[in-house]
């Protein structure tokens, strides 16, 4: 029962005597242990998930009347070069903010579970042909040439597809702020085992020294730089949503080769 997950289960003491009692009741001991142990846990990680998205509402609120007064300021007859300049930076880094505090909340929830889900029969090859088609000029502008590959038949799977467009569209950004210049991007749907596989490939800019689980985690990213605009929230918010529609998400990283998998269940 304790190997199967129950961390609950007690063994009955009343049919036992002398060390197998005695290992009874250590195994019961252990079984309470693992239990408070949970309980902080998730009592922990629910504090946190509630911190992070009361934080981020909290920043929210002056970050609407930052970006309002900018775009105000913007529209009077200003003439000085280097206060535009000014200007052009507060609005980008402010949009910036905006669109960190808003992974921040989507994380939280998709983390937790808290996030809503509409499951019904969709078409992956849909999304990822509007996915391709939306991030055409994008790629383009990277320096990056995209392959898509998908049956000639539809394939149907049960997801949803707002949060499904969202998982491409994270994993499309990723691609697009890592990939090197000049080469192919992969975007692929197979049929298998009754399953819908879809694949993101790329070949990466940085040197990918860490491992893939670790890339999954919040706030952790590819290169070590800091500098650039990626937050580390992408992959795990399309994992966490990736999950909540029953699905799974699995990343490998061969020497500078990027591979995403995608899998769900395919409806008959």
């Given at each position: 029962?304790?190997?199967?997950?129950?961390?609950?289960?007690?063994?009955?003491?009343?049919?036992?005597?002398?060390?197998?009692?005695?290992?009874?009741?250590?195994?019961?001991?252990?079984?309470?242990?693992?239990?408070?142990?949970?309980?902080?846990?998730?009592?922990?990680?629910?504090?946190?998930?509630?911190?992070?998205?009361?934080?981020?509402?909290?920043?929210?609120?002056?970050?609407?009347?930052?970006?309002?007064?900018?775009?105000?300021?913007?529209?009077?007859?200003?003439?000085?070069?280097?206060?535009?300049?000014?200007?052009?930076?507060?609005?980008?880094?402010?949009?910036?903010?905006?669109?960190?505090?808003?992974?921040?909340?989507?994380?939280?929830?998709?983390?937790?579970?808290?996030?809503?889900?509409?499951?019904?029969?969709?078409?992956?090859?849909?999304?990822?042909?509007?996915?391709?088609?939306?991030?055409?000029?994008?790629?383009?502008?990277?320096?990056?040439?995209?392959?898509?590959?998908?049956?000639?038949?539809?394939?149907?799977?049960?997801?949803?597809?707002?949060?499904?467009?969202?998982?491409?569209?994270?994993?499309?950004?990723?691609?697009?702020?890592?990939?090197?210049?000049?080469?192919?991007?992969?975007?692929?749907?197979?049929?298998?085992?009754?399953?819908?596989?879809?694949?993101?490939?790329?070949?990466?800019?940085?040197?990918?020294?860490?491992?893939?689980?670790?890339?999954?985690?919040?706030?952790?990213?590819?290169?070590?730089?800091?500098?650039?605009?990626?937050?580390?929230?992408?992959?795990?918010?399309?994992?966490?949503?990736?999950?909540?529609?029953?699905?799974?998400?699995?990343?490998?990283?061969?020497?500078?080769?990027?591979?995403?998998?995608?899998r769900f269940s395919e409806l008959s």
């Open positions: 029962h304790l190997a199967d997950g129950e961390t609950s289960y007690q063994v009955d003491l009343t049919q036992f005597s002398g060390k197998i009692r005695e290992t009874a009741e250590n195994l019961n001991n252990a079984s309470r242990g693992l239990e408070m142990a949970l309980s902080e846990k998730v009592k922990s990680e629910r504090l946190k998930a509630d911190l992070i998205t009361n934080v981020s509402h909290d920043i929210k609120t002056p970050l609407t009347s930052i970006i309002n007064y900018v775009d105000l300021i913007k529209r009077e007859n200003i003439q000085d070069e280097k206060i535009l300049r000014y200007l052009d930076v507060l609005e980008q880094k402010s949009h910036r903010l905006k669109n960190l505090t808003e992974d921040l909340v989507e994380a939280s929830k998709a983390s937790t579970g808290n996030l809503e889900v509409n499951l019904a029969p969709c078409q992956p090859g849909v999304l990822l042909t509007q996915a391709a088609g939306e991030y055409e000029q994008k790629l383009k502008d990277a320096g990056l040439d995209l392959v898509t590959r998908q049956p000639e038949t539809a394939v149907t799977i049960l997801a949803d597809g707002r949060r499904l467009w969202r998982v491409f569209d994270n994993l499309m950004n990723n691609i697009c702020k890592y990939a090197q210049r000049g080469t192919r991007v992969y975007l692929t749907l197979e049929e298998r085992d009754g399953q819908a596989v879809i694949s993101f490939k790329n070949t990466s800019r940085a040197p990918l020294d860490i491992p893939a689980e670790e890339l999954l985690e919040r706030f952790v990213r590819g290169d070590a730089a800091r500098g650039g605009e990626g937050n580390g929230l992408g992959l795990s918010i399309a994992r966490s949503l990736t999950e909540l529609q029953k699905g799974t998400l699995e990343l490998t990283v061969d020497g500078d080769l990027f591979k995403v998998v995608l």
